[in-house]
T-cell receptor, first 114, second 113 residues
Framework: KQEVTQIPAALSVPEGENLVLNCSFTDSAIYNLQWFRQDPGKGLTSLLLIQSSQREQTSGRLNASLDKSSGRSTLYIAASQPGDSATYLCAVADYGGSQGNLIFGKGTKLSVKP | GAVVSQHPSRVICKSGTSVKIECRSLDFQATTMFWYRQFPKKSLMLMATSNEGSKATYEQGVEKDKFLINHASLTLSTLTVTSAHPEDSSFYIC?????????FGSGTRLTVV
């Protein structure tokens, strides 16, 4: 059974710092991996989607990498800003079941202090 | 593009009543819609998968008679929580797969009092 773990659970950094959020999964047979952002009281916002054949995706100050063999993904945030404060979730989609069966980690709560 | 509109965003209802949550795909056709539930401090969990024109597929442990899902058209899927109880209070969110990945509705915060 696929399990997704995110470390750390919470992170507080000063503004301007570069940071890395980690996501690990137990079964490397994934369809894709996606990073989301969740603001309090809001729905999930998709940040980056990495297909199983890809190794990384970039969007602005965000860069996500995927190493299927080791079961790891990282989300790199450059030059963090207070507006980046949110909970970041990673989720993997399995091959086996429905492609909608996203297995989520519990998230990393990021706080960027001005 | 690929927007899913979910309503209501928040709802408070009395125990025993039913609540309907709607998800509409605004600029694409969603053959399949996924419904998730998230309890506080827990991961988002898949409840059911709805396919247009057919019966929904429920995950183990999810009561299909309690959580009625209807996907009558390619742009609308609804989740009805019947005879809601306080333990049904949760964050419900729908999603559909698009070319760009999964797109989510904005979620519904249900509080049953």
């Amino acid at each position: 059974k696929q399990e997704v773990t995110q470390i750390p659970a919470a992170l507080s950094v000063p503004e301007g710092e570069n940071l890395v959020l980690n996501c690990s999964f137990t079964d490397s047979a994934i369809y894709n991996l996606q990073w989301f952002r969740q603001d309090p009281g809001k729905g999930l916002t998709s940040l980056l989607l990495i297909q199983s054949s890809q190794r990384e995706q970039t969007s602005g100050r965000l860069n996500a990498s995927l190493d299927k063999s080791s079961g790891r993904s990282t989300l790199y945030i450059a030059a963090s800003q207070p507006g980046d404060s949110a909970t970041y979730l990673c989720a993997v989609a399995d091959y086996g079941g429905s492609q909608g069966n996203l297995i989520f980690g519990k998230g990393t709560k990021l706080s960027v202090k001005p | 593009g690929a927007v899913v509109s979910q309503h209501p965003s928040r709802v408070i209802c009395k125990s025993g009543t039913s609540v309907k949550i709607e998800c509409r795909s605004l600029d694409f056709q969603a053959t399949t819609m996924f419904w998730y539930r998230q309890f506080p401090k827990k991961s988002l969990m898949l409840m059911a998968t709805s396919n247009e024109g057919s019966k929904a597929t429920y995950e183990q442990g999810v009561e299909k008679d309690k959580f009625l899902i209807n996907h009558a058209s390619l742009t609308l899927s609804t989740l009805t929580v019947t005879s809601a109880h306080p333990e049904d209070s949760s964050f419900y969110i729908c999603s559909a797969e698009t070319y760009y990945g999964y797109t989510f509705g904005s979620g519904t915060r249900l509080t049953v009092v």
